[in-house]
């Protein structure tokens, strides 16, 4: 929540709900993710600010578009489950959850599209409009990969661990000290400066190793050949021969390791916020930025995320509230 302002109001007191009113009257967007119906029941949905606010962008992130699924509670996981993507991601019979909520932030970042596109849409015609993003057709969109090859081909795409491998080299090996890294030659001149730079003289000699598809017909045997011989060989001295060679490669690091990644801390691609409540509340921390760069600038830190009603008195105020009834509402717990 770095770069935001933080309002608490209770939506289920009748001044709550109008407050919050008030304040969409001269918002250019709204954001909101309750269940279908809910924003309705306060007089907060599209219909209703819009006939206040005729320029305002309403952007409902749901987890289903309207439809037979829209009154169904979804999750990430949920989504992931009947939207194929654990089955892709799993062994085969063992569906599993991708490392990270894919569906929670691609969703977010497809609604943020729409809304841009509304806000261009808005500078021709002059009105807002109401767009909507769903995890369940988020989840889908990723999917289209998979489903066009089964389209195509009247094959059943099979589950990443148990795919047909295009390449031979394409794997993870574990090397010295248990440390792993991911090892690939793609192409038959990628084939051969892996075998140079690794001194595989012998398997690049073999006749029946020298195209990518005898490879790849050979692959259990070639990838044990190729573990054995790096086994003693460590993660860091493997990634160096590979990236002096152009070749693609990469070390096996968990989340909290990329705290310390070097790439990332030259581009400015980690900042510090200072945490708001829990008990660390104060403390500084590192947190990701936004993967993309404006005229070669990283998006910074502007605000360090807020506590709770932080801002509720700065917000009333920008929105015309008069310090009594401002005062009026904290009292009595409508805002706090």
């Not at 990518?212 to 045997?221: E, G, T």
């Amino acid at each position: 929540n770095r770069n935001k302002k933080s309002i608490a109001i209770d939506l289920h007191s009748a001044e709550g709900a109008a407050a919050a009113r008030r304040l969409c009257a001269t918002a250019d967007v709204v954001a909101e993710n309750f269940k279908p119906g809910t924003m309705g029941k306060y007089g907060l949905d599209y219909a209703a600010l819009s006939q206040v606010n005729p320029r305002l962008i309403y952007a409902s992130h749901k987890g289903f578009l309207p439809g037979p699924y829209d009154h169904r509670t979804a999750l990430d996981e949920v989504v992931q489950m009947m939207g194929g993507l654990a089955y892709m991601t799993g062994r085969p019979g063992d569906p599993l959850r991708a490392g990270t909520s894919v569906n929670d932030i691609m969703g977010g970042l497809f609604g943020a599209i729409a809304v841009l596109g509304a806000l261009i849409q808005r500078g021709i015609s002059g009105r807002g409009m109401e767009i909507q993003s769903a995890l369940y057709e988020n989840n889908v969109f990723l999917m289209g990969q998979h489903m066009l090859q089964f389209a195509m081909t009247g094959k059943h795409p099979a589950p990443m661990p148990a795919r047909d491998n295009p390449w031979a080299v394409y794997d993870v090996f574990t090397v010295k000290d248990g440390e792993q890294i991911f090892l690939a030659a793609v192409s038959d001149a990628q084939w051969r400066t892996f075998c140079e730079v690794l001194g595989f003289a012998d398997l690049q000699a073999e006749p029946g190793l020298a195209t990518n598809n005898q490879r790849v017909a050979q692959r259990p045997r070639l990838l044990a050949a190729i573990a054995e011989r790096i086994a003693h060989r460590s993660a860091a001295e493997l990634s160096a021969v590979m990236e002096k060679a152009g070749l693609p490669f990469a070390p096996i690091r968990r989340p909290e390791d990329l705290l310390e990644d070097e790439h990332l801390l030259a581009t400015g691609g980690l900042a510090d916020v200072r945490l708001p409540d829990g008990p660390k509340a104060g403390e500084t921390v590192k947190t990701t930025l936004f993967p993309i760069t404006l005229e070669g600038q990283r998006l910074g830190v502007r605000l360090h995320p807020p506590r709770l009603g932080e801002h509720s008195r700065e917000l009333l105020q920008s929105a015309g509230f008069a310090g009594a009834e401002i005062d009026d509402l904290m009292t009595r717990a409508v805002v706090a």
